[in-house]
């Protein structure tokens, strides 16, 4: 695999449930993001990691909770989610360091809370 | 914060034909400004940025332009093909060591008629 990889590619859960999104970015990337993409926020950052430590939660509701165990994978873990929570779950990353960057993102998780 | 506005929502124009999505931002420390494309069931994609330092940036149909004392950049395509189709984000961000998050406009979907 080769770039940005997201697993599951679609998740259905219950409002009950725990689960947990997955994220591995292949090119040697320090950065890594959590995005959600719904029809009212097309595209709402939730969290920023650089060089494993978060460094931006846009007040994101603690049902969401990350976890970065290295600068290549990241980890969503849902817990009592609620419906308006489904929407698209992009993951993305970039070279960290202080330069213009270009993000690159996953194929997403297409979430369902029933 | 950021705030990011996109307009239009929705851009139909006939092949040939130029396209221009508007978008203003708010934090007059944002430096760097990139614009995704996002074909249907697909990741976005960066497809050209700029820098503030920069009033003008082109690649061959695609050009932007930033105007910093207005806070508006826009996305120029012309000779539109079919392919251009897709939803168009702006994105703004102050890039430095510590901030590497983009906020995104909500996005303009383009659909070029043959």
């Known amino acids: 695999e080769t770039g940005v990889t997201q697993t599951p590619r679609h998740l259905v859960m219950g409002m009950t449930n725990k689960k947990s999104l997955k994220c591995e970015q292949h090119?040697?990337?320090?950065?890594m993001y959590w995005y959600k993409q719904s029809a009212k926020k097309p595209l709402e950052l939730m969290f920023v990691?650089?060089?494993?430590?978060?460094?931006e939660n846009n007040s994101v509701p603690s049902r969401f909770s990350p976890e970065c165990p290295n600068s290549s994978h990241l980890f969503l873990h849902l817990h009592t989610l609620q419906p308006e929570d489904s929407a698209l779950y992009l993951c993305?990353?970039?070279?960290?360091?202080?330069?213009?960057?270009?993000?690159?993102f996953g194929p997403g998780t297409r979430l369902t809370v029933l | 914060g950021e705030n990011v506005e996109q307009h239009p929502s929705t851009l139909s124009v006939q092949e040939g034909d130029s396209a221009v999505i508007k978008c203003t931002y708010s934090?007059?420390?944002?430096?760097?400004f990139p614009w995704y494309k996002q074909e249907l069931g697909k990741r976005p994609q960066l497809i050209i940025d700029?820098?503030?330092?920069?009033g003008e940036k082109k690649d061959q149909r695609i050009a932007v332009t930033l105007n910093k004392t207005a806070k508006h950049f826009s996305l120029h395509i012309t000779e539109t093909q079919p392919e251009d189709s897709a939803v168009y984000f702006c994105?703004?961000?102050?890039?430095?060591?510590?901030?590497?998050?983009?906020?995104f406009g909500s996005g303009t979907r383009l659909q070029v008629q043959p």
């Open positions: 700029i820098r503030s330092n920069v």
């Open positions: 990691y650089n060089f494993k430590e978060q460094t």
């Open positions: 934090d007059s420390a944002s430096n760097y």
């Open positions: 994105a703004a961000s102050f890039m430095d060591t510590g901030r590497r998050a983009l906020t």
């Open positions: 993305a990353s970039s070279q960290g360091g202080a330069t213009y960057n270009e993000q690159f």
């Open positions: 090119l040697g990337h320090n950065a």
